[in-house]
């Protein structure tokens, strides 16, 4: 009960905002150019970075986007950096956000742009150049790029001022939302309820196998009733069709943070850990398939390393010399922003990759030709 009277002035808040969107009082409308939103109801740990680079796969290698000019926009959680900005390889973390960064550096012939107001933000990636017309586009500093003509929007489902054209919400098969509550005692930021205004459902990081009996059981508490395996559609209360599909984690081999890493610490036998993510336990869990875990530092999400982190990483590595140091991929991102981090430390640095992947060939299958789908009548005129 005293839950319920703490989560009720964000609970109504909410409610209201999304009745106001619903009914049209508050307007929403489509960008300059085609959209793909991916977000989640939950704070972090859903896997959001990696599954916005897994459909920027499918649109490079699809016969409709894959010679086109594709950008991503990202919100740039935590950086310092001001209005819009087009994100370079030379632009750290700090600039950028971690997850611009990251994707930056993994497709660099994609544009990838940050601005809070996303609205404005596609209008500048349709339009570079209004950069050099208006006095909010002069602040970006990398205004040379080719007009863009779709792009996949980072973590924009709760900006309901844009009508995506293609939205997807990820939940974390670890943590279904039926069984959060809303902040700050829960995780979650948004209504359950607001699933119904997405196009597609993702569950994300689920075990690498499931049987049908085992997806139709998880789905039922949300309400979703005839979970269809060849067209990876369930039916919500009140009669509507959502796609829903399984995704899972899969580690890649361990890459260098700094180019002066010694190789003999990819083959090491120890490791001390450092994240500073949501949720690292299943990262954890599988490092210690192949190494002696002897420190472990774990941050909050998004941390921005100090000297005092980097002292301590330090003092551990020295205390463990045959160790090496492991973190995440967007971990690596913000200590490549650091610029005290000892040769010493550079020399055993190592980042874990991650990808996504479908729980089979037919979900892959079926997702690509659903969002190409409801993208084929924006593509543009050759």
Same mark, same amino acid.
Request: charged content about 25%.
């Given at each position: 009960?005293?839950?319920?009277?703490?989560?009720?002035?964000?609970?109504?808040?909410?409610?209201?905002?999304?009745?106001?969107?619903?009914?049209?009082?508050?307007?929403?409308?489509?960008?300059?150019?085609?959209?793909?939103?991916?977000?989640?109801?939950?704070?972090?740990?859903?896997?959001?970075?990696?599954?916005?680079?897994?459909?920027?796969?499918?649109?490079?290698?699809?016969?409709?986007?894959?010679?086109?000019?594709?950008?991503?926009?990202?919100?740039?959680?935590?950086?310092?950096?001001?209005?819009?900005?087009?994100?370079?390889?030379?632009?750290?973390?700090?600039?950028?956000?971690?997850?611009?960064?990251?994707?930056?550096?993994?497709?660099?012939?994609?544009?990838?742009?940050?601005?809070?107001?996303?609205?404005?933000?596609?209008?500048?990636?349709?339009?570079?150049?209004?950069?050099?017309?208006?006095?909010?586009?002069?602040?970006?500093?990398?205004?040379?790029? %080719?007009?863009?003509?779709?792009?996949?929007?980072? +973590?924009?489902?709760?900006? $309901?001022? @844009?009508?995506?054209? !293609?939205? &997807? #919400?990820?939940?974390?098969?670890?943590?279904?939302?039926?069984?959060?509550?809303?902040?700050?005692?829960?995780?979650?930021?948004?209504?359950?309820?607001?699933?119904?205004?997405?196009?597609?459902?993702?569950?994300?990081?689920?075990?690498?196998?499931?049987?049908?009996?085992?997806?139709?059981?998880?789905?039922?508490?949300?309400?979703?009733?005839?979970?269809?395996?060849?067209?990876?559609?369930?039916?919500?209360?009140?009669?509507?069709?959502?796609?829903?599909?399984?995704?899972?984690?899969?580690?890649?081999?361990?890459?260098?943070?700094?180019?002066?890493?010694?190789?003999?610490?990819?083959?090491?036998?120890? %490791?001390?850990?450092?994240?500073?993510?949501?949720? +690292?336990?299943?990262?954890? $869990?599988? @490092?210690?398939?192949? !190494?002696? &875990? #002897?420190?472990?530092?774990?941050?909050?999400?998004?941390?921005?390393?100090?000297?005092?982190?980097?002292?301590?990483?330090?003092?551990?590595?020295?205390?463990?010399?045959?160790?090496?140091?492991?973190?995440?991929?967007?971990?690596?991102?913000?200590?490549?922003?650091?610029?005290?981090?000892?040769?010493?430390?550079?020399?055993?640095?190592?980042?874990?990759?991650?990808?996504?992947?479908?729980?089979?060939?037919?979900?892959?299958?079926?997702?690509?030709?659903?969002?190409?789908?409801?993208?084929?009548?924006?593509?543009?005129?050759?």
């Amino acid at each position: 009960m005293i839950d319920k009277l703490v989560l009720f002035p964000y609970y109504l808040a909410l409610k209201i905002r999304h009745t106001l969107y619903n009914k049209g009082i508050k307007k929403s409308r489509r960008g300059a150019i085609p959209t793909i939103c991916v977000g989640n109801i939950t704070v972090g740990g859903t896997g959001k970075t990696p599954h916005t680079e897994m459909i920027l796969r499918a649109l490079l290698r699809s016969d409709d986007w894959g010679m086109r000019e594709i950008s991503v926009l990202s919100r740039g959680y935590k950086r310092r950096s001001k209005g819009f900005q087009r994100i370079t390889k030379e632009d750290g973390a700090g600039f950028a956000g971690d997850e611009p960064a990251q994707i930056t550096k993994n497709f660099p012939g994609i544009t990838v742009a940050v601005c809070k107001d996303r609205l404005e933000g596609l209008d500048f990636l349709a339009h570079p150049e209004k950069l050099t017309d208006t006095k909010k586009g002069r602040k970006c500093l990398h205004k040379d790029f %080719a007009p863009a003509q779709i792009a996949v929007l980072d +973590d924009a489902f709760q900006y $309901r001022a @844009l009508r995506p054209d !293609f939205s &997807i #919400v990820l939940v974390d098969y670890n943590r279904p939302i039926y069984k959060d509550s809303l902040m700050p005692i829960g995780r979650l930021r948004d209504l359950p309820e607001r699933i119904k205004g997405t196009d597609t459902m993702i569950v994300t990081k689920c075990p690498v196998y499931m049987e049908v009996w085992e997806k139709t059981q998880w789905l039922s508490p949300l309400g979703i009733e005839d979970y269809d395996t060849d067209t990876c559609t369930g039916t919500l209360p009140g009669g509507k069709k959502l796609s829903i599909f399984f995704t899972s984690i899969n580690y890649q081999p361990l890459e260098p943070v700094f180019q002066t890493l010694d190789r003999r610490y990819s083959y090491s036998s120890r %490791a001390i850990l450092f994240t500073g993510i949501a949720k +690292d336990t299943p990262l954890r $869990r599988y @490092l210690s398939d192949s !190494f002696k &875990i #002897v420190r472990h530092f774990k941050f909050a999400d998004h941390h921005k390393f100090t000297s005092g982190d980097i002292r301590s990483l330090l003092s551990a590595a020295e205390a463990n010399p045959t160790a090496a140091v492991i973190t995440t991929e967007k971990d690596a991102q913000r200590i490549l922003d650091c610029k005290n981090v000892p040769e010493f430390l550079r020399q055993r640095m190592l980042y874990v990759p991650i990808k996504v992947a479908f729980l089979s060939e037919t979900e892959e299958a079926v997702f690509e030709k659903t969002m190409l789908e409801a993208l084929r009548p924006f593509i543009p005129e050759p």
